[in-house]
């Protein structure tokens, strides 16, 4: 099974910090193609040539807070019609338990949600995770299989078989279907910033609307768990 992971708000004291994880519940290399033929399509566009953003998603790949709405609108088009369930761990950077500096929170955060994701796949021989590239997140990235596996067995307390976790950085041009948990993740935060809105005629609550279908689990280290597959919002 593939795993695509990256964090949010890192570096940025005004936005929740946020790692998440989607699990692909189709055949991977058919999302990825999917998703490279709408990059592909929505590139050739001329209409939008000179604009900015356009022509960094060009450059790029699909990113959520800078793609365009000509851009982002198809794209959150397509994420309805794949399978897929993902995962989000949130902080407002203020729980004793992720570490004190920005690096310590985000590798607790990883840790967290990829011993849970172990825990969860037990069964299976192996899980393949991408990171998008991170020249700091190196070291971490290097630790997270045993890492993760410790806190699982933790949490478990006891000594169980898991699945043998490869985690690989790539840029999102070399693994666009990064792009997913990048979109889910820029709905919560808005959705988080705006103080857990819950009212329809508000633009961000329907953004995190139409993504929280997809997610199996959005739990804070601060308040426990805001939405689940059995708990959502609405």
């Known amino acids: 099974m593939k795993l695509y992971m990256d964090e949010s708000g890192n570096g940025n004291a005004s936005q929740p910090l946020i790692v998440g994880a989607v699990e692909i519940h189709e055949e991977p290399e058919e999302v990825e193609r999917r998703i490279r033929d709408l990059f592909r399509r929505l590139s050739a566009r001329r209409s939008l040539d000179g604009l900015p953003s356009f022509e960094d998603f060009r450059k790029h790949g699909f990113h959520a ?28 950077r203020t729980s004793p338990r992720a570490g004190g500096t920005e690096l310590e929170k985000i590798d607790f955060m990883y ?6 994701i172990l825990i969860r796949h037990r069964s299976r021989p192996e899980l393949l995770c991408y990171i998008e590239q991170n020249d700091g997140l190196g070291q971490l990235v290097s630790k997270l299989p045993e890492n993760s596996a410790r806190r699982a067995y933790e949490k478990l307390g006891r000594p169980v078989r898991l699945p043998r ?30 103080g857990h809105i819950t009212d329809p005629a508000n633009r961000v609550y329907r953004g995190f609307r139409e993504v929280e279908p997809f997610i199996s689990t959005l739990y804070s280290l601060e308040s426990g768990l805001i939405s689940s597959r059995k708990l959502p919002l609405h």
């Open 65 to 92: 807070s800078s793609d365009p709405i000509e851009v982002s609108v198809p794209f959150l088009e397509l994420m309805q019609d794949l399978a897929f369930r993902a995962y989000i761990v949130i902080t407002d």
């Open 111 to 116: 840790q967290h949600l990829l011993g849970d």
């Open 165 to 194: 976790l490869d985690v690989v950085m790539a840029t999102k041009t070399q693994a666009m279907s990064m792009a997913i948990i990048d979109y889910i993740m820029m709905a919560v935060s808005r959705w988080v910033r705006k």
